[in-house]
């Protein structure tokens, strides 16, 4: 006589026993996806996007309308011209052309410096054993309370003492000093996220350091990376201060913020141009963004629950 062991058929989703971050992920969702919250994006999303139409509109408008009259004027009395775009990309008084170029030098090397510096420090900090490892990442991690403006003066002396002022080094120097600090924290706590026992697997299987590092952890911080690249590219490219400290006496080190500022400031006498520049300044940090987005929110989510 033989016996047939019944088949057990699978329990759908909605009837399994959730895990409290799953209870929460659904609890968050249905709050973010409830009509009082896709009312208030909307409202944001209308206040944030009304003054970045009304400086595209007034980017294509003609000199004298812009000083007579404002943007909201154009839907009264529509005129277009190119004439703002063609004075700042090749005009004599601003060649935003050559400035765009100075400030992709300077952005370049200032994002993929404190990376590659904070990928070998995270990684000593998350796998390596050393004497006062705690100790010292966290005095690494107190370093992001010292403000900017304190270290910009000591710095300036130094890079003048060494003859390096004048030069783009400054800048990515600066920029990266700057950056580590939060760069380790970050990159720290992603990799403290991945399991330890896929690096002793690893170790077992004869890796040493060079190799976790390189084949088994950096595959898995993809979005990590991009998300802090994203983060530091936008920071240096919009950024005026350090640019103006280190390099604003030297024109051919000049990006274009220090430009698009002097449009606006009591030296410019074309700030109806400012528009325009502004405009041309944001062209590469949105193509970034938009390539980058989908990395951007991984990274962003990575290792923000636990199971």
Request: no cysteine; hydrophobic share 55%.
């Amino acid at each position: 006589m033989t016996t047939t062991t019944p088949v057990m058929a699978p329990v759908p989703p909605d009837e399994r026993r959730l895990t409290r971050s799953e209870r929460r992920a659904v609890a968050a969702k249905n709050k973010l996806s409830s009509p009082a919250a896709s009312i208030i994006a909307l409202v944001i999303a209308v206040l944030w996007t009304v003054p970045t139409l009304g400086l595209l509109i007034t980017s294509f408008r003609p000199e004298l309308d812009i000083r007579r009259s404002g943007w909201w004027s154009f839907f009264t009395d529509p005129q277009f011209t190119l004439d703002n775009y063609n004075e700042v990309l090749y005009g004599g008084g601003t060649n935003f052309a050559a400035l765009f170029v100075n400030s992709l030098v300077i952005t370049l090397p200032a994002v993929v410096i404190p990376i590659s510096l904070a990928l070998l420090a995270a990684y000593a900090f998350a796998w390596i054993k050393f004497p006062g490892r705690n100790i010292l990442f966290v005095a690494v991690f107190a370093l992001q309370v010292v403000p900017i403006q304190v270290t910009l003066i000591p710095l300036l002396s130094l890079y003048v003492d060494t003859g390096l002022a004048g030069s783009f080094w400054t800048i990515w120097l600066s920029h990266s000093i700057f950056a580590l600090p939060l760069a380790i924290f970050l990159l720290h706590n992603f990799m403290k996220e991945i399991p330890a026992s896929l690096v002793e697997a690893a170790r077992m299987d004869g890796a040493g350091h060079v190799k976790i590092f390189f084949q088994v952890l950096l595959p898995l911080l993809t979005p990590a990376i991009a998300a802090f690249s994203v983060f530091q590219f936008l920071w240096v490219w919009n950024d005026l201060l350090v640019a103006l400290t280190f390099a604003g006496g030297a024109p051919d080190v000049v990006p274009l913020t220090v430009r698009v500022a002097e449009l606006a400031g009591t030296r410019g006498s074309d700030w109806f141009l400012l528009a325009a520049g502004a405009f041309v300044s944001m062209v590469l940090p949105l193509i970034v963004f938009l390539s980058l987005q989908r990395y951007f929110v991984r990274g962003l989510l990575a290792g923000s629950v636990k199971g």
